[in-house]
């Protein structure tokens, strides 16, 4: 019997988003624009909120969150797919490459449960409006954001140390833009049997849970809003809540395609543009749909201009 001899991956070479080298440049400058908008919204909503107290309420303390777990997520995805578009081999040590994968596990995961956080804040605000502030109290929003990360963290855990365990040998091309669990799978000459079972449970626990209370909060929500007699006041409701409902739906949906569908009609290409969605698209667009069409921030965001303003005129007299 002829001995298999294995030669294991010790780095892997990500194909990025496109081989096509007319795209590589204009796809740089455009993700490179989306990265800055990205790193500045959210690291300005959260500073923003750090500083203003009367933004120091449950539902801008689940926005910081919201806004610290997409800078973080945003920031381990794509300085390294920026630097596929310019480099004529984009290779990643294996470890830089599970470590890559952890910590988008680790947020990817908590921004699903955030989004389930808010919109259970949004519905006890809403429908319950006199048991608010007992029941989102100062310790139970942090409780719940202990619960957010704590479940990120364990799953995360979870898919990385059966990941570990595999054998890399089929070869070091990787067709992503970063490490993700399905092409890294593909890559592996071990039975990949208890990472697919294991990560097909997390991602319909982590899609299915928050995807179900998200609709059953925005229900109640929708339902309280058409009580509202003032036609004025029932619009600018749906306008809130169309903006809020179009980002879930655009993160679960990329996410459901990604990690829900049946291997045999999915294709890494599409998944690869699906990822572009939950990793790079959804972050720029939180702070803008969540925050920034928000009354209370722009009035926050004024007062810090002007004190900014007036310490400025006070060293120059």
Not at 60 to 67: A, I, K, R, V
Not at 81 to 96: G, R
Not at 208 to 221: A, D, H, N, R
Not at 299 to 312: D, L, S
Request: aromatic share 12%; net charge neutral.
């Amino acid at each position: 019997m002829a001995e298999v001899n294995y030669t294991t991956v010790t780095e892997f070479v990500l194909t990025g988003l496109t081989e096509k080298p007319g795209l590589q440049l204009p796809l740089f400058f455009l993700f490179l624009g989306i990265y800055v908008v990205t790193v500045l919204g959210n690291l300005g909503m959260v500073m923003l909120i750090l500083f203003s107290p009367h933004l120091h309420t449950p539902m801008y303390f689940f926005l910081s969150n919201l806004s610290l777990v997409d800078l973080c997520q945003s920031s381990v995805i794509m300085p390294k797919m920026l630097e596929n578009f310019v480099m004529v081999k984009s290779v990643i040590s294996y470890a830089e490459c599970m470590a890559q994968f952890y910590l988008f596990d680790v947020f990817a995961v908590s921004e699903c449960h955030m989004l389930a956080a808010m919109a259970y804040d949004r519905y006890v605000a809403i429908c319950n409006p006199l048991l608010y502030n007992v029941t989102m109290s100062y310790k139970v929003c942090s409780w719940m954001v202990v619960a957010v990360y704590s479940v990120g963290l364990i799953c995360a855990t979870g898919e990385t140390v059966c990941l570990l365990r595999l054998l890399f040998c089929k070869g070091d091309d990787l067709n992503h833009y970063f490490c993700d669990l399905l092409p890294l799978l593909e890559q592996s000459c071990s039975s990949t049997f208890i990472n697919e079972v294991l990560a097909l449970s997390f991602s319909s626990f982590n899609i299915i849970v928050p995807g179900l209370t998200i609709l059953s909060s925005y229900t109640f929500i929708i339902a309280s809003i058409l009580r509202i007699r003032s036609t004025e006041g029932r619009s600018k409701a749906f306008s809130t809540c169309s903006s809020h409902i179009l980002a879930v739906a655009l993160f679960f949906g990329s996410l459901t395609f990604m990690y829900l569908q049946p291997s045999s009609v999915s294709s890494m290409d599409q998944g690869k543009v699906s990822s572009v969605f939950y990793t790079i698209v959804v972050p720029m667009m939180n702070p803008l749909i969540y925050s920034l069409r928000n009354k209370d921030v722009k009035v926050a965001f004024y007062k810090i201009v002007r004190r900014r303003q007036f310490m400025g005129n006070e060293e120059l007299g």
